[in-house]
């Protein structure tokens, strides 16, 4: 079967989701994250990430942080510790 992808096509995909996952489950730097991947320029990453995913790096990790924060929102406030959040979750436009 073939799918019209090139296997740099391939790695570059399977490395972009091993970004994700980093972007969502550690606190290294997108620089950081960069380098871990092989990406000679944080910039170079963010253009590939764009490419492929329509956003920047860094408007999914700001998504991704606001997605965090309105989950852990709900969990605290479902266990009946609602208490101030440290962040308020965004009020749709």
Do not use: W
Request: some cysteine; hydrophobic content about 30%; aromatic content about 8%.
């Amino acid at each position: 079967m073939q799918t019209g992808n090139t296997i740099k096509d391939n790695i570059t995909g399977y490395k972009l989701n091993l970004i994700q996952t980093r972007l969502k489950l550690s606190y290294l730097t997108i620089s950081e994250i960069a380098q871990e991947m092989n990406f000679t320029e944080e910039s170079h990453l963010n253009k590939t990430f764009k490419n492929v995913f329509g956003k920047t790096v860094t408007q999914f990790k700001k998504e991704e942080i606001v997605k965090s924060a309105n989950h852990q929102i709900v969990k605290t406030c479902f266990l009946g510790k609602c208490q101030q959040p440290i962040l308020q979750p965004e009020k749709p436009s």
